[in-house]
């Protein structure tokens, strides 16, 4: 049975690794690591010995230039001490078949990289982008999810709704035109999309779509299955009393379901 072998990667402002590599451990990873971008400049850990990254959440590079936008140049131009380009480990290790996950600034990261959506197979294009909510302000709290049993995406198998908060600033997606919207839909690149609690459909409707992404689109999958971004935060509901109405004897799937789906995948099961 292979081994799964977790690669948190944090630095410059994301403060939800920790939260990340605790789930990764409680559904049952054999090694996970939190590691620094500088590790990776300096050579002391190479993407290729994991088969899981994920790219968690909070304030990286204080959101400035745009979500993820400083972090997507960094990622595309910085070298390790060798002088080997860090973007050629992060495809190497995709086409090896590894597995990316990407959360709130993850997945805005994996937007600005061209991971996500890879319409057409075009990886490494950007194709849409995250912007600022119409609200106008940071947003903090729990939504409704519902997962397109139609999608590829290895993460969402099985699953048909999830509750998990939300805390950004920068979440709605914006796919160019009508047209660019229409292909992530009939391509099933869409994996969440955010619903109204009383109908379980995909809503605009404020707060239950936070941002106002079209469509409550909350996640995308690229053509493989094998990458997924949201916004939403599923690590931070990995024990029944995060949830918020916990003592009234509410309760819902727990958010770290997504990470375990990613386990079993790796492990074949």
Known sequence: MPLVKVLVITGYGTNCDRESAHAARQVGADEVSVVFFSDLVAGRVRLTEANFLIFPGGFLDGDDLGAAQAAALRWKYAR????????????????????????????????????????????????????????????????????????????????????????????????????????????NHVALQYVHPETGRPTQDYPYNPNGSPLGIAGLSDPTGRILGLMPHPEAFNHPTNHPAWTRGESAPLGVTLIENGVRYLRGD
């Open 80 to 187: 390790t001490k060798a002088g080997e380009p860090i973007f050629d480990e992060l495809k190497a290790f995709f086409n090896a078949g590894g597995l990316i996950l990407g959360i709130c600034n993850g997945f805005q990261l994996l937007v600005k990289l061209g991971l996500l959506p890879a319409a057409g197979g075009a990886y490494f294009e950007r194709q849409v982008s995250l912007s600022n909510n119409d609200s106008g302000r940071f947003e903090d709290r729990w939504v409704w999810l519902k997962a397109n049993p139609e999608s590829p995406c290895v993460f969402t198998k099985g699953i048909d709704t999830l509750y998990l908060p939300v805390r950004h600033g920068e979440g709605k997606l914006v796919a160019g035109d009508e047209a660019g919207l229409a292909r992530l839909v009939a391509d």
